[in-house]
């Protein structure tokens, strides 16, 4: 089974590449969506700038640890996703990083993950849905936010190993969208929860076929 799914996803990475690169325009305008004037989006604020403080104030070996923690757990969450058996991770004793091996080839989702994925946010997103509403939860989102934006933001340099993995050209084309889209996604939960996030999707497939109808349109006023 692993095996068909890691050559269906490589069939795929090209054309979702491109996808993500198409649907800039259109999540870049996505802003307009949000209703960002509430107490729950002033909460989630609070709790990014939460993680800001918090952060400067962490020992260099904890924020690493940190950081390395939700990059080799993001391999493992799409490694078993995809039905890979994981044989160990293991955290280096000089917060140098981390290693996830799994059985297997592997895929391109696997290797680009923690790059893009949420992990602990979306985990926090489901328990966060069982429990009672509260204003203080979207305080504790936006700090698992922060968490995430830092994450990626500290991992993406040129000494990473992953990103040749992937190729440069597919994480230029895929990395700066799957970005933004996770950022919106968690802010259309914070608004709306599990119905905000769909109509969040809806709202870019949507912006999307809007914008090809106007470059095709454009095309053939230049050509007629």
Known sequence: MSRFLDKLIELFKWPVAMYMFASLPALIASRHYFDLANTKTLALLVGLVAYVLTRTMM?????????????????????????HKIKHIVFHADDTGGEMGFSGAGNW??????????????????????MPPQIMWHGVLGYFLGYHIDTVGSQIHEKQTDLPKAGYLFCALFLPAANLWTIGSILAFNSKGWAGIFEYFNLINHLNFDYVIEAGELLKSLFS
């Open 59 to 83: 020992d260099a070996s904890v924020k690493t640890s940190m950081q390395v923690i939700a990059h080799e757990f993001a391999h493992a969450f799409f490694a078993l996703l995809t039905f």
């Open 109 to 130: 989702l696997i290797i680009i993950a923690p790059y893009f994925f949420p992990l602990f946010a979306l985990i926090y997103m489901s328990v966060m849905s069982l």
